[in-house]
């Protein structure tokens, strides 16, 4: 079955950096696009990032263009989430997702991370 | 960017209550709409994709509805395991989610 687990989150200073893994099990992870989507506390599901199944296209969402950065690692079922110049309003639990082919819906999710920036 | 809306944003019923949640977009998406439930401290789950496609597994119970801009969720007779918050998702041009909608135990 499917299996996703983010880690990397923690307690971290603005202006800081930060890097989530998502370890992908149960599926052919190199056919698939991958997301990551986050939840500050308290509110609603925003969508981050997306990652081609091949790691050649990546889309943001605007709020974080030219801080965070998407790869995946195929020869090891992993995503990357690398996250530059952390803004208290980046704090949110960020979910790992799997795209049903790529640019469509989200088929399969982990159990997010937990990422806190404050001084 | 396609905005999305939801309403109501809580909604209190009881079991065995028909339940209706509806999703807007700003422009048309066609039928690439998405409904998925979360419960408190766990991830989403996909219920229904393409607007009206249940998700294999999930209860017959739910149905979705709609094309272009409007669109509805609606529980048959809802039961206990499906108190959380729902939430809609265009996939037409990028991904955005509606708000959510919390069913509360009236």
């Known amino acids: 079955q499917v299996h996703l687990v983010e880690s990397g989150g923690g307690v971290v200073q603005p202006g800081k950096s930060l890097r989530l893994t998502c370890a992908a099990s149960g599926f052919t992870f190199r056919s698939y696009g991958m997301h990551w989507v986050r939840q500050a506390p308290g509110k609603g599901l925003e969508w981050v990032a997306i990652i081609s199944y091949d790691g050649t296209n990546e889309y943001y969402v605007d709020s974080v263009k030219g801080r965070f950065t998407v790869s995946r690692d195929n020869s090891k079922n992993t995503m990357f989430l690398q996250m530059n110049n952390l803004k208290p309003e980046d704090t949110a639990v960020y979910y790992c997702?799997?795209?049903?082919?790529?640019?469509?819906?989200?088929?399969?999710w982990g159990q997010g991370s937990l990422v806190t920036v404050s001084s | 960017d396609i905005q999305m809306s939801q309403s109501p944003s809580t909604l209190s019923a009881s079991v065995g209550d028909r339940v209706t949640i509806t999703c807007r977009a700003s422009?048309?998406?066609?039928?690439?709409l998405a409904w998925y439930q979360q419960k408190p401290g766990k991830a989403p789950k996909l219920l229904i994709y393409?607007?009206?496609t249940l998700e294999s597994g999930v209860p017959s119970r739910f149905s979705g509805s709609g094309s272009g801009t409007e669109f509805t969720l609606t529980i048959s007779s809802l039961q206990p395991d499906d108190f959380g918050t729902y939430y809609c998702q265009q996939y037409s041009r990028y991904w955005t989610f509606g708000q959510g909608t919390k069913v509360e135990v009236k």
């Open positions: 997702a799997k795209d049903f082919k790529f640019r469509s819906y989200f088929d399969f």
């Open positions: 422009q048309s998406i066609s039928s690439w």
């Open positions: 393409k607007a009206s």
